[in-house]
C-alpha cells in the first residue's frame, strides 16, 4: 500500500485511508524502538536534508533520530551558520542542496506555504515540520497515533484544543486529521485567540473550560506563545491562566478520565498546571516517544513507495 502523494504538506484533504495507513505502519515502527537494537534498514542509501529555518527541539530531533534508525543518510541545517543569513532564498538553498542528490526534504519554516513551494521546486519529497500558523502534519499524526493507543478508536471521541488557536499551526493540522478520523472536535479560548468562522471546519466553540471539561475524553492544551501577550491579545499570563489554565481544580469537573496532551514546549502553570503535567492524565511524554514512530512511518512509506 502506498500514499497517495508524494508528499507530506499537511492533513487538510489527506484522505483517511493515508491517515490509517501511517498509524498502522507507525505501530511495526514502535515495536521496533522497543528492542535492545532499534534500527532497520529500509532507507538505506537515501540522503534526507533536514532544513530548519525556525527553532525546534523535539520535531528536529525527533525527525534525525527518525532517519537515522530507518539507516538514511542525514545531513541537518538551521539557519544560524547558514548561507541563508546572508540573504539567500529559500529557492536557491534548496535547489543547492537538491544538486546534492538529496533524496528527502524536512522542512521547518515560519512561512506558511513554505513545504508547498519547496514541494514545486525539488524533486526529492518534501514533509513539512511545521510552517508558519499553517499546518504541522507529523505532530497531529502522532497526536492522533497517542489517542488511538490509549483510547483504542478516535471515531467519536471527544477532543477539545484549548488556547491560542488562531496562531496554531497543531490546532489546524488536528481539526483536519481527527475530522476526517471521525472525532468530535471543539476549540477553547479567549474570543482574541479563536479564529473568526471556525465552526466552518466543523467544530463547536466555547470560550469557558468549566463548560467544556464534563463533556470530553481529550483536551489538547496548547502552547500560550509568550509573545503575543505584547500584542495585547489578553490582558496577562496569570489572568490567562486563572480562565483557561488547566488545573486540577478546573479537572474536578470532569465525568470521566480525561487524557491530556500537550505539543511542547510547555509554559508550566500558564496554559497548564505542572502537577497535571506530571500526572497520570497527561500523555505529553508518550506524544514524544510515539513521534520517533510516527515520523519513521511517514519516512517509510514515503521513501520507499513513493
Ligand atoms: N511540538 C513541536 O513542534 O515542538 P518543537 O517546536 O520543539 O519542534
Known amino acids: 500500500m502506498k500514499l497517495h502523494s508524494r508528499h507530506l504538506l499537511g492533513l487538510d484533504g489527506m484522505p483517511k485511508e493515508d ?13 521496533v524502538l522497543e528492542r535492545p537494537i532499534k534500527k ?10 533536514n532544513m530548519f529555518f525556525e527553532s525546534s527541539t523535539r520535531t528536529r530531533l525527533s525527525f534525525e533520530l527518525a532517519e537515522r534508525r530507518l539507516s538514511a543518510d542525514v545531513v541537518s541545517f538551521t539557519t544560524v551558520g547558514s548561507s541563508v543569513t546572508k540573504g539567500e532564498t529559500l529557492k536557491d538553498t534548496a535547489r543547492n542542496i537538491e544538486a546534492m542528490k538529496i533524496d528527502m526534504v524536512v522542512i521547518r519554516h515560519s512561512a506558511p506555504g513554505a513545504a508547498h513551494f519547496l514541494s514545486r ?11 508558519g500558523s499553517h499546518e504541522h502534519p507529523t505532530q497531529a499524526l502522532l497526536d492522533m497515533f497517542t489517542l488511538r493507543d490509549r483510547h483504542g478508536t478516535l471515531e467519536g471521541l471527544k477532543v477539545c484544543i484549548v488556547g491560542d488557536v488562531t496562531h496554531s499551526r497543531v490546532a489546524r493540522s488536528n481539526i483536519f486529521g481527527l475530522k476526517t478520523m471521525g472525532a468530535h472536535v471543539s476549540v477553547c479560548g479567549p474570543a482574541t ?45 496569570r489572568e490567562y491562566h486563572r ?14 478520565p ?13 496554559e497548564i498546571s ?32 513513493n
Open 19 to 31: 491517515i490509517q495507513l501511517i498509524l498502522d505502519t507507525a505501530i511495526s515502527f514502535k515495536e
Open 243 to 256: 480562565f483557561f489554565g488547566v488545573t486540577q481544580e478546573k479537572m474536578a469537573r470532569a465525568t470521566r
Open 121 to 131: 521546486v525539488v524533486d526529492a519529497n518534501v514533509l513539512n515540520a511545521g510552517d
Open 40 to 49: 532497520v534498514p529500509p532507507l538505506q542509501g537515501k540522503t534526507i536534508a
Open 274 to 305: 505542572a502537577d497535571l503535567a506530571d500526572s497520570e492524565h497527561s500523555v505529553i511524554l508518550q506524544q514524544v516517544t510515539n513521534g520517533v514512530a510516527v515520523r519513521m512511518a511517514v519516512l517509510y512509506l514515503l521513501g520507499t513507495t
Open 193 to 237: 485567540l479563536i479564529p473568526r468562522e471556525i465552526e466552518k471546519l466543523g467544530v463547536d466553540v466555547y470560550h469557558n473550560l468549566e463548560d467544556v471539561i464534563p463533556n470530553v475524553d481529550v483536551l489538547n492544551v496548547l502552547r500560550i506563545q509568550l509573545e503575543r501577550q505584547e500584542r495585547g491579545l489578553f490582558p496577562s499570563l
Open 258 to 270: 480525561i487524557t491530556i496532551m500537550h505539543p511542547g514546549p510547555i509554559n508550566r502553570d500558564v
